[in-house]
Every structure is written in structure tokens, then in C-alpha cells.
């Protein structure tokens, strides 16, 4: 078990650093597209429009290159009549209170204005040129947002993997000579999805990866049924938290919310998986049963001190 959370923590920190080197390498570039502005704004604009979108990872790396972006397009005589990329800019540094940048692209701003003022709606070669500027950084931004999306997804869910791997084995470990048959066909269920999963992993069989990527929607789609059985499984191997917070007055449905929050998710993530708008007043009612006040430590960080008080 100790290994496997070292291997976890070294995951998740490599996933850091080379976000970091991510971020290095687009800093360099446009330092250097800043640099040569002024004196080679040519070799800036290729530099901008040639730089690899996916290491503009932050909000900030897409501020900071849609606002030298607008300035080299000026520079070397490119007229754009739409404001959507300035506006990547405008808009970030505006939210953040950046009041130099924020001025500079409000006279990026005020560039296009005038430019699209005085284009004749005849010159179509020119709208033409234009758009297809704009188009072509908008769909790459848009693709990035897509990619940066999915890897988000496949980060959390090899983490919620591990997380879950550890819980289940954690669990067979822990329970007792002759445990409850419920929560035990809730753990052979996991653990057969579970291998399933790993076997895909290291085989090439791209049949094999499909099936164990359904097993894992199918275990997942009944949100309700996934809410409970989680709950039968805690309230197997941790007897003592599930009956303080029956104490406390929680019905069934909110003791499985506060087992997805002990394992580690947050108000939002379990929002968005048991799609229920009303989950911050679920969070709220579940908050005043506990006897915790919007002052208090977060409902999650509360749960699993409380757990860890238990195991003690």
C-alpha cells in the first residue's frame, strides 16, 4: 500500500514538472517575439503564429501570445477587422487587474476598430485574408482547449483509478473473517473491473482496452447505484464513521455523497458526476447536519479527519 501511494505522489509530481517545461519553453519563445517587436516584428510574427499551441497551457501563456499576436499582426501590416483575438487578452488581464496590459490591448482593440472602419465592404480580398487569420488562430486555440480538456480528464481518471485501486484493496484486506455478502459482491464486482482495466493496459489488444472502458461506464452510468454501493463498502470497513454520521442525522443518500467526498473528490467533481444542479445546497444541508458553519474547514478535509479519528 505504502508503495503505491509513493507511486501515485511520483505520478501526480511528474505531471507537474513537465507541465512546467511545458510552460519554460513557450516563455522563451515569446520573450524573444517581444524582443524583436520593435526591430524584427517579421521574425516575431513567424515565431507567434509557428509556436506549438499546446504549451500554451495557462490562461496567462494565452493572454500574454494573443496580445503579441494582435501587436506583430499590426507591425507587419496584417489589418484583422474582428476583435475575438485581442480579446483573449482583454479580457484575461482586465479580470486580473493588470491595468499596462490591459491598456495595451485596448489599443489593439481600438487598432482593429479603426481598421474595420475603414475597409470598403468591396475590398473582399482583404475581409477574406482577414478572416481566415482569425479563423485559423481561433480553431487552433479552440483544438488546444479540446486537447487540454481530455488530458484534465485522463489525469483525474488514472488518479481516481489508483485511488480506487487502493480503496478496494485496502478494503479486501480490512474486512472481516465473515463479512457482509452485500458489501462483498460490491468489491468482487470492482475488483473484476478493476483487472479488466489493468489487463487492458498491458496488452495491445485494442478489443480488450475497448471492453475494459465499458465495464467502467457500465459500473459508473448508474450514478445512484454507484452512490450506494460505495456507501455499503465504508459502511463495511468503516463502521464507526458511517454510524456517527447516521447519528448525525444524514439520510442513506448523503452518507454515500460524504463517502465520494472521503475518497478524496471534491464538491464540484461530485456535482458534475451525480448531475444534479442542486448540489451546492445538497453540500449546504449536509454541511448544517454535521454542525459545520460557512466559516468552518471544508466539508471534505472535515470527513476525512473525522475518518482518520475513527481508524485511530
Given at each position: 500500500?505504502?508503495?503505491?501511494?509513493?507511486?501515485?505522489?511520483?505520478?501526480?509530481?511528474?505531471?507537474?514538472?513537465?507541465?512546467?517545461?511545458?510552460?519554460?519553453?513557450?516563455d522563451?519563445?515569446?520573450?524573444?517575439?517581444?524582443?524583436?517587436?520593435?526591430?524584427?516584428?517579421?521574425?516575431?510574427?513567424?515565431?507567434l503564429?509557428?509556436?506549438?499551441?499546446?504549451?500554451?497551457?495557462?490562461?496567462?501563456?494565452?493572454?500574454?501570445?494573443?496580445?503579441?499576436?494582435?501587436?506583430?499582426?499590426?507591425?507587419?501590416?496584417?489589418?484583422?477587422?474582428?476583435?475575438?483575438?485581442?480579446?483573449?487578452?482583454?479580457?484575461?488581464?482586465?479580470?486580473?487587474?493588470?491595468?499596462?496590459?490591459?491598456?495595451?490591448?485596448?489599443?489593439?482593440?481600438?487598432?482593429?476598430?479603426?481598421?474595420?472602419?475603414m475597409?470598403?465592404?468591396?475590398?473582399?480580398?482583404?475581409?477574406?485574408?482577414?478572416?481566415?487569420?482569425?479563423?485559423?488562430?481561433?480553431?487552433?486555440?479552440?483544438?488546444i482547449?479540446?486537447?487540454?480538456r481530455i488530458?484534465?480528464?485522463?489525469?483525474?481518471?488514472?488518479?481516481?483509478?489508483?485511488i480506487?485501486?487502493?480503496?478496494?484493496?485496502?478494503?479486501v484486506?480490512?474486512?472481516?473473517?465473515?463479512?457482509?455478502?452485500?458489501?462483498?459482491?460490491?468489491?468482487?464486482?470492482?475488483?473484476?473491473?478493476?483487472?479488466?482495466?489493468?489487463?487492458?493496459?498491458i496488452?495491445?489488444?485494442e478489443?480488450?482496452?475497448r471492453?475494459?472502458?465499458?465495464?467502467?461506464?457500465?459500473?459508473?452510468?448508474?450514478?445512484?447505484?454507484?452512490?450506494?454501493?460505495?456507501?455499503?463498502?465504508?459502511?463495511?470497513?468503516?463502521?464507526?464513521?458511517?454510524?456517527?454520521?447516521?447519528?448525525?442525522?444524514?439520510?442513506e443518500?448523503?452518507i454515500?455523497?460524504?463517502?465520494?467526498?472521503?475518497?478524496?473528490?471534491?464538491?464540484?467533481?461530485?456535482?458534475?458526476?451525480?448531475?444534479?444542479?442542486?448540489?451546492?445546497?445538497?453540500?449546504?444541508?449536509?454541511?448544517?447536519?454535521?454542525g459545520l458553519?460557512?466559516?468552518?474547514?471544508?466539508?471534505?478535509?472535515?470527513?476525512?479527519?473525522?475518518?482518520?479519528?475513527?481508524?485511530?
Amino acid at each position: 500500500m505504502r508503495h503505491l501511494k509513493n507511486y501515485i505522489s511520483g505520478l501526480i509530481l511528474a505531471i507537474c514538472i513537465c507541465s512546467c517545461f511545458h510552460t519554460s519553453d513557450a516563455d522563451r519563445v515569446l520573450d524573444m517575439a517581444e524582443n524583436n517587436l520593435a526591430t524584427a516584428p517579421d521574425s516575431a510574427f513567424v515565431a507567434l503564429d509557428s509556436l506549438d499551441r499546446n504549451l500554451l497551457n495557462t490562461r496567462e501563456l494565452q493572454a500574454r501570445h494573443a496580445l503579441l499576436y494582435s501587436q506583430a499582426l499590426e507591425k507587419v501590416g496584417i489589418e484583422v477587422y474582428n476583435d475575438s483575438i485581442i480579446h483573449i487578452a482583454l479580457d484575461y488581464y482586465s479580470s486580473i487587474g493588470d491595468s499596462e496590459n490591459a491598456q495595451k490591448a485596448r489599443e489593439c482593440l481600438e487598432q482593429i476598430t479603426e481598421n474595420a472602419s475603414m475597409v470598403a465592404p468591396s475590398d473582399t480580398l482583404k475581409i477574406q485574408n482577414s478572416r481566415i487569420i482569425e479563423e485559423r488562430y481561433m480553431d487552433k486555440m479552440t483544438l488546444i482547449e479540446k486537447e487540454n480538456r481530455i488530458r484534465e480528464m485522463i489525469i483525474l481518471s488514472l488518479v481516481l483509478l489508483f485511488i480506487l485501486a487502493l480503496i478496494i484493496r485496502y478494503v479486501v484486506l480490512k474486512l472481516k473473517s465473515r463479512p457482509n455478502e452485500q458489501a462483498m459482491a460490491v468489491i468482487r464486482q470492482r475488483l473484476s473491473v478493476l483487472d479488466k482495466v489493468l489487463a487492458s493496459r498491458i496488452s495491445s489488444d485494442e478489443k480488450l482496452y475497448r471492453t475494459s472502458e465499458e465495464e467502467i461506464e457500465v459500473l459508473m452510468a448508474d450514478r445512484e447505484e454507484f452512490l450506494c454501493s460505495t456507501k455499503i463498502v465504508f459502511e463495511e470497513n468503516h463502521p464507526k464513521f458511517i454510524a456517527i454520521l447516521k447519528e448525525k442525522g444524514l439520510t442513506e443518500w448523503e452518507i454515500g455523497y460524504c463517502c465520494l467526498y472521503t475518497l478524496g473528490l471534491k464538491g464540484k467533481d461530485i456535482g458534475e458526476y451525480i448531475q444534479k444542479k442542486r448540489h451546492y445546497i445538497i453540500s449546504h444541508e449536509i454541511r448544517h447536519k454535521l454542525g459545520l458553519t460557512e466559516h468552518d474547514t471544508n466539508i471534505g478535509i472535515y470527513l476525512r479527519n473525522l475518518l482518520l479519528e475513527q481508524e485511530r
